[in-house]
């Protein structure tokens, strides 16, 4: 049976990197790869559509999906709104109702691309780390929280942070199935010295570790520690699982390290493989609409969703060699634009990634 594919291209530059992706998409369902493409609003899109960011018929067709690409949501035109009714609150809305609680965030620096990187080529030249982060729980979700009046007339803000056993030992199975596809090393991130739950964290980390993943090397840092090792020596890391808030700083940070937020992609599973792939960056209202929009990120978006929700690693392949084609032949969006290179818009990386396909 084909898999069906729930595309949500969103807002700014959403649906111009989507429909690039969607371009390879068709190719390749050319060549046999049997997928049904379907198309819902969400964000600012579905807003000002139908009044809320995230309609029920889009979440009905998200569930019913076998994987969802999404383009970006946001832009200045819905920043005035209730935090509540925000086009972010749509994918908010989407990761807790598909209980999407596992992000993936590859930090890979191309070599066509070393330049783009403030960091010396020796720190950063062949960088592939990957990024596990916990997504559903933590101080993000945690009860209680908010912000109380006191006796004394100031005011208290105030959040949790809070984990159960068994959402660590998932998150830790994740981090350890991708680590045996690659190098079999994961670091585990938290802050055990400090806050309770994340010794927790620590101790539920070895005990799955220990008992289903011997194969695999574990070791821990605190936080504080692997951010500033990220930014020294980045190489050490091959797969690197932390808590949702920890996750959140500490993959922007290794996203910076390649220098070029167009090329990255993510992904978010649960716990049956299915997921939700998008780009790392946001909708770029500065640049939509001028066709100048690096879409690679978001056609690598669908290189992951290839590899991890439909189970098509050779196709994914495809994908990431393609890309690697274009930049060895020079061709860069203004994003990526340097010295000799040719400069090409969003249509034209699109045309040109299919064309090698
Ligand atoms: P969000 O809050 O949604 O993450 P953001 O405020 O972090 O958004 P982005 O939308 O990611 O910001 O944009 C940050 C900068 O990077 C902008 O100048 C934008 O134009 C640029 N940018 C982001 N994505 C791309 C892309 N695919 N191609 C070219 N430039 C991009
Ligand atoms: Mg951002």
Request: proline share 4%.
């Amino acid at each position: 049976m084909s898999k069906k594919i729930l595309i949500l291209p969103g807002d700014g530059i959403g649906p111009e990197i989507v429909n690039q992706a969607v371009k390879v998409m068709d190719k390749l369902a050319g060549e046999g790869l049997d997928i049904e493409l379907d198309e819902a609003l969400v964000g600012g899109a579905a807003i000002d559509a139908t009044g809320g960011p995230l309609p029920d018929t889009t979440l009905d067709l998200a569930k019913e999906a076998d994987a969802i690409l999404l383009g970006a949501v946001g832009g200045y035109k819905w920043e005035s709104l209730d935090i509540a009714i925000r086009p972010e609150k749509g994918l908010l809305g989407l990761r807790a109702g598909l209980n999407l609680f596992a992000n993936l965030r590859p930090a890979i620096l191309y070599p066509q691309l070393a330049d783009a990187s403030t960091l010396k080529p020796e720190v950063v030249s062949g960088l592939d780390i990957m990024i596990v982060r916990e997504l559903t729980g933590g101080i993000y979700f945690g009860q209680p929280r908010g912000v109380r009046e006191l006796d004394d007339g100031e005011r208290e803000g105030f959040n949790t942070l809070v984990y159960r056993e068994s959402e660590i030992e998932r998150i830790m199975r994740v981090a350890g199935d991708i680590a045996r596809k690659r190098d079999s090393r994961v670091c585990s991130v938290d802050k055990a010295n400090v806050l309770e739950c994340t010794e927790l964290w620590r101790e539920v980390a070895v005990r799955v570790m220990e008992k289903d993943y011997a194969d695999v090397e574990l070791s821990h840092m605190y936080v504080d520690n692997a951010a500033m090792q990220l930014v020294r020596a980045p190489k050490q890391f091959d797969v690197m699982v932390t808590t949702n808030m920890f996750g959140d700083i500490l993959s922007d940070c290794a996203a910076m390290l390649t220098g070029s937020i167009g090329m990255l992609p993510s992904a978010s599973l649960d716990e049956n493989g299915k997921g939700m792939y998008e780009p790392i960056h946001g909708s770029a209202p500065d640049i939509a609409g001028q066709n100048k929009a690096n879409p690679l990120a978001t056609i690598l978006s669908v290189a992951m969703m290839l590899r991890y929700s439909l189970d098509e690693a050779a196709m994914a392949d495809r994908i990431e060699n393609a890309v690697n084609k274009v930049l060895d032949d020079g061709l860069r969006t203004p994003d990526i634009m340097a010295d000799g290179m040719k400069e090409v818009s969003t249509e034209e990386m699109g045309d040109a990634v299919t064309a090698v396909l």
